[in-house]
């Protein structure tokens, strides 16, 4: 399937959502989970060719995969911690959703520590300090 069939789909099916959740709420909601699966779905299948793919680039290139790796997790965390704040905005809990929203990002900061870590420890030997 190809990206505008994908989009179109997704489309015709928020127009026949809207309409479900006009006529019957709590069908509604159910069926927008359910979309939500199938697109994540969709993604986590075109994900894994597109990850081996680079990893494979990084190897041939002598390049570390950590670093790709923990790219790669702070992207997949962006995604989960979207589609969990747009379910609960869906459902009317804003503050939920802006409580995930936060609880993503300080995931994504504490998965690069290590980074930081690193490059402060480059800086350092940089501008002459010591261990």
Do not use: H
């Given at each position: 399937?190809?990206?505008?069939?994908?989009?179109?789909?997704?489309?015709?099916?928020?127009?026949?959502?809207?309409?479900?959740?006009?006529?019957?709420?709590?069908?509604?909601?159910?069926?927008?989970?359910?979309?939500?699966?199938?697109?994540?779905?969709?993604?986590?299948?075109?994900?894994?060719?597109?990850?081996?793919?680079?990893?494979?680039?990084?190897?041939?290139?002598?390049?570390?995969?950590?670093?790709?790796?923990?790219?790669?997790?702070?992207?997949?965390?962006?995604?989960?911690?979207?589609?969990?704040?747009?379910?609960?905005?869906?459902?009317?809990?804003?503050?939920?959703?802006?409580?995930?929203?936060?609880?993503?990002?300080?995931?994504?900061?504490?998965s690069?520590?290590?980074?930081?870590?690193?490059?402060?420890?480059?800086?350092?030997?940089?501008?002459g300090g010591?261990?």
């Amino acid at each position: 399937m190809d990206f505008v069939s994908l989009a179109a789909g997704t489309m015709v099916s928020a127009g026949i959502l809207l309409l479900l959740k006009r006529e019957r709420p709590e069908l509604g909601l159910t069926a927008s989970i359910g979309w939500l699966v199938l697109l994540t779905g969709w993604a986590a299948v075109k994900m894994i060719p597109i990850t081996i793919e680079l990893i494979g680039i990084s190897e041939q290139a002598g390049i570390e995969t950590d670093y790709l790796r923990l790219m790669l997790r702070c992207i997949g965390i962006s995604l989960i911690t979207g589609m969990a704040e747009n379910v609960c905005k869906e459902s009317g809990q804003l503050s939920a959703a802006a409580g995930i929203g936060t609880a993503g990002k300080v995931w994504i900061l504490e998965s690069c520590l290590p980074v930081y870590r690193e490059l402060f420890s480059i800086v350092k030997t940089l501008i002459g300090g010591s261990g």
